[in-house]
């Protein structure tokens, strides 16, 4: 006797070969009925035998496609309509959608051969994809995932692409982006004022280019790429001067895994990260060398090909390894509509690779690394992004709007926490631009009413997000410290809300209960009843503000003006010069000075005395250099890092740090001995800590932990006192997971509000 049944899946279940998935599976169980894009997700009604229908229950489970991330499956008793086939009904837009977008997929093998296959009609054909890979995210414009809703809707498919569209054993059944030469978008060069229109022709000819030691901006999924042979040393250094990106490595694109391997060391961790079907960045020591490419530092971030265009690129002869950098100017959000692209990149490239299909948002590319305490995201964008992150205790809708470093935005819709790719650093201007785009395109695609808004802001009253959320017109507001957002993004990520841990918050900078500069935190408490600062790093002081981020050794006169007795640093081996001196002036008269307890800083203040003392050109750079110089040294003592009365006193570390760089011991054991000192005296104040409050678990977040070294050293430590660590691994560390921690805080502030348990 046949019965019905309602099914509705939640999750990543739109532009994956979801639907064509449950047509097979349906049939293959001989139900009939019909599937659909919901608002929620997927929507199913089955009718069969009931066997029947617990056996598709089942392995819709088990055997969902390997894009797909199936979140939650409703099953409910369904009127018996008596269909006598199963069909994949056309989206029906009812009312407010949460479900999930997919990130942009990579190309996946079977289209790959057939971009090679000469008896293919796809053959060489940039824009080939199917249900298990291509765009997504990036060429959506509204939910359900459709493709009227997509930038594919100016191309209507010709009778062989619509022929495997309708036809449900084959890859492109239903495949939104499906396109072909015949009937697609296609690719185009422009060089100067000559025009090449054949794909074909403009992709051998950019491959050319770059053999020629050129600069090729080409446009990708999220955006355009500024392109270059990395084994030119003469054009890597002319792309720097061009982009005026002075010293911040550049990410590379290796042909395949085989020269991935050849320039750097991947372990099996590492190796499936590249491999993963997010393709990101990856971070891994260097196995050689290549000039201008990683100045000062002695890893590269590999990535391996992820479109058919990339892969057409390399077989037409372009070098088999790629500086595949961001199209912008240094800081400025990634170029992605190609007006914008041939207007702020004509000084730059040499050639545009121009794709005809839209772009709908900007997608910028993710960089991972392994960590000690396993995989760590350090900028979450294509592959990762816009997936949901966490799942909040609420149903009212958040926008939390992050930190002005590494800004990202997250929206909660219905208890999903989606997490927008990395968007920039908002004190300049074409990134508050995107900043404020993908606010709106957030709101836009899941139909939100501002009015129904609770928008979450980090607590300092002078960031642009914070004065952004002063502005908007939602129904309520809520301001989350700096340091906290970090830690629950943590507690967040893992759906911990009334675990009590022992949080340290580490970080270059955040604006304080107390109105000063915060950084070296160590709170107790939860997200549910929120967290009490316990410790701290000593107070020092900080010359002339924000400055002091980019001047090592101003940030260095803040902190020393603390020590009894303090060298001639203007003369060998320190060097300090004028702004040194000024700071210090500054520091004597209580003039533009601030009170600190900024770990950043003190990385930079000891950077500093090591010899960085010039400016940085990039974020936490002289952190990075010392973290370099300190590894591969082995049996080095530690550092005193001593923890007294709930403080920990840098000055004993830094006065360590002055008499053996004056004595003549190397920099790079000074630089070990002061890494380790810093992981013992953390690992003193954590243990101390949780002792006092008869806690086991630790979090740890904020930018310094994504210093491998001090994790490495730190593990070991806290390991052998049987402690839980938990660390970020959905978002980054650094100011890029803030918007995640502040939406699980305004959760539980709105609940505490309604009276809620």
Known sequence: MATACSVRVRGVVQGVGFRPFVYRLALANMLTGWVLNGNQGVEIHLEGVEEDLAKFVREIKTRAPAAACIAEIEVAAAPCEGLSGFTIRESEPLDQPTVRVSPDLPVCDECLAELFDPSNERYGYP???????????SVILALPYDRPNTTMRGWAMDRYCSHEYHAPANRRFHAQPVACPACGPSYSLKEGMNLISDATEAIDRAAELLCEGKVVAIKGLGGYHLACDARNRKTNFALRVRKFRKEKPFALMARDLEVARYLVQLSPDAEGLLTSIARPIVLAPKKVELRGVAPENDEFGVMLPYTPLHHLLFASGAPDVLVMTSANRSSEPIAYEDHDALERLSGIADAFLIGERPIARRV?????????????????????APGA???????RPILALGADLKNTITLAVDGQAFVSPHIGD?????ALRA???????????????????????????????????????CSSRCAVQHHRAHLASVLAERGEWEETVVGVSFDGTGYGDDGTIWGGEIFVGS????????????????????????????AAAGFLSQLDEVPDLNTEPFNFGPRYQNAMQLVSRGVRTFSTTSMGRLFDAAASLLGFARETTYEGQAAIWLEQLAKGRLNVNAYPFPFTNHELDFRPLLESVIRDRMQGRSTGEIAQAFQRGLARGLYTSIKTVCEEGGIRTVVLSGGVFQNELLLEDLKPLLEKERLQIWTNHVVPPNDGGISLGQAAFAAFEQKAANGAP
């Open 364 to 384: 910028d590319d993710s960089v991972t690394r392994v960590g000690a305490f396993g995989p760590m995201i350090l900028r979450r964008a294509r592959g990762y």
């Open 389 to 395: 992150a966490a799942r909040l205790p609420t149903r």
């Open 435 to 473: 900043f404020e785009e993908t606010v709106r395109d957030l709101i836009s695609m899941y139909d939100l009413r501002w009015e129904d808004l609770l928008v979450a802001h980090d607590y300092h009253p002078q960031y642009a997000s914070t004065t952004h959320a002063l502005n908007l017109l």
């Open 527 to 554: 997200i549910q009843r929120g967290f009490e600062r316990v410790a701290h790093l000593r107070q020092a002081l900080l010359p002339g503000g924000d400055a002091s981020a980019r001047y090592p050794t101003q």
């Open 426 to 430: 908002l004190d300049h201007y074409q």
């Open 127 to 137: 824009y080939i994809n199917c249900t298990n890979c291509g765009p997504r995210y």
